[in-house]
């Protein structure tokens, strides 16, 4: 049947040769039969012809070369430890019994160990290992799963670990069995992973963890916790099915879960130290032969199994996760105290990808390892080709051309140095690797932000035009073409994003295409004293909220919150005359507001949507039949825009300020479901000014589960079409991919989308 097979890195041409009838029942059989991880993006026949006997094919060849044809490279992903791989490491008969690196055609590294594209050994940091007899045996045999596995070693021609303590002296003996053994002691081992660092430590250690979490400068931030078996991750989380298949899936993410009910005070796993601030718990399973060995013990190792291990990411806080040996020990000094090093480099960062289960169905969280850098396929295809930039914060860049855009695995925030590396290395190599030239670059509309600087740096070295583009549009564009969707409306709540009216965005309805805007709903403005200040010390932010209302905040509140009375005075002046007080009506402002108001918040923030996390894990603890308020808002039309106004929920509080304490879980509850009416009346208003029946949910706030489901249900029931986010990330993981849309489908001409379509109403 199948005689010819033409192979390249960006498609594969099969020649058949055969009956109708066989040739149909192939093509019918075809996408079930391919081979694991393989994607059937798109079947096209290209020619069809009658032969006679003498032109009949008689031998199967592969050729590798197809003449005359320009190639799209596709950059392949990096894939998590198939069972087969799993099971030889296990088997003491096998001769990768025990070694760390063991990988095939199926697992192993791939986006990470690239130096150049197409992707074939010699282009990778595997290079320098040359293969053993029996490894070019398996890798020249089509019948072998290890044929043309890049990846392949074994511990005769392979890389090799070492294990070093904290003062850089090698240790003596197998260097697994020692780290296992430092583990077991309730050290904290940094392990250098697939794609970067990681430290390890024993989950179930109170001491270990404490410790990790002084050291790292991570007093709340949850942790990742490896469980050793899926079975395990059954008895303590409820897991459903999509969930499960997500853990063992060749992607095999981090997995955010809820812990069973009687498991949430469990002595055996300490919920209140591996997510201090949540009650679910981020899970994985073992993604590499190396963390299957640190789990399991080998023949002669005498320290049970680690059923659950923390693997948190290798770096102090704030920081990207280390890849070198060296960077290793310079930034993980005084953290970690013990190194498990390799000789296997790692040529571009990739941290392990976070998903969730929302709408019944996965939404990644951070899209890194196994999902990046594999292209998103777009319904219109882009103008020119197009580099963009991403955002600030939960940074990526994409290079968009034709119907497909390539998303750079998860960078970081730009606010660290080591960040803005990774970042110029990605943009430098991103190019070359897809094998197109960026004909303009995109980057967001604030000219302040690293990520800005950088893409106009870049596009005056390369003599390339620049497209600005506003934040929140591209969250709404990524987030309707990743569904289909062309047009569209996007409700996206957030953080933060410059305005075209030189405000800070942030609750923004909007109607949207890939070449236009209109903003049409939003909050209204309220001062923000010391600007990120106030967004470190959440408590600033009432003062805000009370100058914009003209309230007084009462001073029992004042003093639960922390906040002085020469405080009060300084930060009440700041909004008064408009200096280092800039206006925000960023959704994640107001939620803010709401954790500090009722107690949830701290005082100062340690990482970013503390207080928002908190708010909704206050609301999830308010049992549903017991009574709950009703917050007040209200909203208005002006200028063409509907408002919403929250003052009156801020007066509602001050009311019984004694009480609140007492009332915060209920109060929380309440803060949700009238942010969820307020999101259904900006919803309805913009369908009823533009007709666009399909919404998007957008915004790092809609990572909150409570809220999005409130949300939904509240706009399906008004026969809405309610997008969520699946293939990227609804925080500003998404951006790149709504600025490569956007600046693809602009005339080269056009410099502003916002100069197209639907008129701008006027802004207040």
Excluded at 179 to 204: K, M, S
Excluded at 566 to 590: D, F, K, M, Y
Excluded at 737 to 742: E, K, R, S
């Amino acid at each position: 049947m199948v005689k010819i097979v033409h192979s390249r890195s960006d498609f594969v041409r099969l020649v058949l040769e055969g009956s109708p009838e066989e040739i149909q029942a192939f093509m019918g059989a075809l996408p079930n039969a391919l081979p694991p991880n393989a994607r059937l993006d798109a079947c096209e026949k290209v020619d069809e012809r009658t032969l006679a006997g003498p032109e009949a094919i008689n031998a199967f060849t592969i050729d590798e070369n197809v003449e005359g044809e320009a190639s799209e490279e596709t950059i392949p992903a990096d894939l998590a430890l198939c069972d087969d791989c799993r099971r030889e490491v296990l088997d003491g008969t096998n001769r990768r019994y025990g070694y760390p690196f063991t990988t095939c055609a199926q697992c192993g590294p791939r986006f990470t160990v690239i130096q150049d594209m197409p992707y074939e050994r010699l282009r990778t940091t595997l290079s320098v290992f040359e293969l053993c007899p029996d490894c070019r045996r398996e890798y020249e045999e089509p019948g072998n799963r290890r044929f043309h596995a890049e990846s392949i070693a074994c511990p005769k021609c392979g890389p090799q670990l070492v294990l070093e303590d904290a003062d850089g002296r090698r240790v003596d003996g197998s260097p697994l069995t020692q780290a296992r053994a430092a583990l077991a002691r309730g050290e904290i081992v940094a392990v250098r992973g697939l794609g970067g660092f990681l430290l390890a430590t024993d989950a179930c250690n109170r001491e270990a963890l404490r410790r990790l979490r002084q050291r790292k400068n991570r007093p709340h931030k949850s942790f990742a916790v490896m469980a050793r078996t899926i079975g395990l991750v059954r008895q303590f989380c409820l897991c459903d099915p999509v969930e499960e298949q997500l853990l063992i899936s060749a992607e095999a993410p981090i997995v955010i879960l809820d812990p069973h009910p009687a498991a949430t005070h469990s002595p055996v796993l300490p919920i209140d130290l591996l997510s201090p601030d949540t009650e679910t718990l981020g899970i994985l399973l073992p993604t590499t032969s190396l963390q299957v060995l640190l789990a399991e013990p080998l023949a002669g190792d005498p320290i049970p199994p680690f059923d659950w291990l923390v693997m948190t990411s290798g770096n102090p806080g704030g920081e990207p996760v280390c890849i070198s040996n060296s960077e290793a020990r310079e930034r993980l000094q005084g953290i970690a105290d013990f190194f498990l090093f390799h000789d296997r480099e790692i040529n571009l960062r990739n941290e392990d990808s976070l998903c969730i289960l929302q709408g019944g169905q996965p939404q990644l969280w951070r899209r890194a390892r196994s999902y990046a850098p594999n292209p998103i396929r777009v319904a219109v295809p882009a103008n020119r080709c197009v580099l963009a930039m991403g955002a600030e914060l939960k940074n990526t860049i994409a290079m968009a051309y034709a119907d497909q855009v390539v998303l750079s695995p998860h960078i970081g925030d730009l606010e660290a140095n080591a960040a803005v590396v990774g970042l110029r290395q990605l943009v430098e190599t991103l190019p070359r690797f897809v094998n197109r030239a960026p004909e303009v670059v995109a980057v967001d509309l604030h000219p302040d932000l690293h990520c800005t600087r950088m893409g106009r740096e870049i596009a005056a070295r390369w003599g390339l035009p620049t497209v600005e583009v506003q934040h929140h549009y591209a969250h709404a564009v990524a987030g309707l073409a990743e569904q289909g969707c062309e047009t569209g409306l996007g409700l996206v709540f957030d953080d933060a994003g410059l305005g075209t009216d030189g405000h800070i965005w942030g609750a923004e309805l909007l109607a949207v295409a890939p070449d236009r805007f209109q903003r049409l709903a939003s909050f209204t403005g309220v001062p923000l004293p010391g600007g990120d200040d106030a967004i470190r010390r959440p408590a600033r932010q009432l003062i805000g909220r009370c100058c914009s209302a003209g309230l007084k905040l009462p001073d029992v509140l004042r003093a639960q919150t922390g906040i002085s009375e020469e405080e009060g005075r300084i930060w009440t002046r700041l909004c008064e005359s408009q200096v280092n007080a800039p206006i925000t009506h960023a959704a994640g402002r107001l939620l803010d507001s709401f954790s500090a108001l009722l107690g949830l918040a701290p005082h100062t923030t340690s990482y970013e949507g503390q207080s928002l996390i908190r708010l909704e894990a206050a609301a999830r603890r308010h049992l549903p039949g017991r009574e709950t308020p009703v917050m007040c808002f209200r909203s208005e039309e002006r200028g063409g825009m509907l408002w919403l106004d929250w003052s009156e929920a801020f007066a509602q509080l001050f009311e019984h300020p004694n009480r609140l304490a007492g009332e915060a879980d209920a109060w929380a509850y309440a803060a949700h479901v009238a942010i969820a009416d307020a999101a259904t009346r900006m919803a309805v208003y913009g369908a009823a000014r533009t007709g666009l029946r399909d919404i998007i949910l957008s915004g790092g706030v809609f990572m909150n589960r409570m809220l999005t489901s409130f949300v939904m249900s509240r706009l399906e029931s008004l026969d809405l079409t309610v997008r969520l986010h699946h293939a990227t990330p609804p925080n500003d993981g998404c951006v790149a991919l709504g600025q490569a849309l956007v600046a693809g489908a602009l005339a080269e001409s056009a410099a502003r989308p916002e100069s197209f379509g639907w008129p701008h109403p006027e802004n207040h």
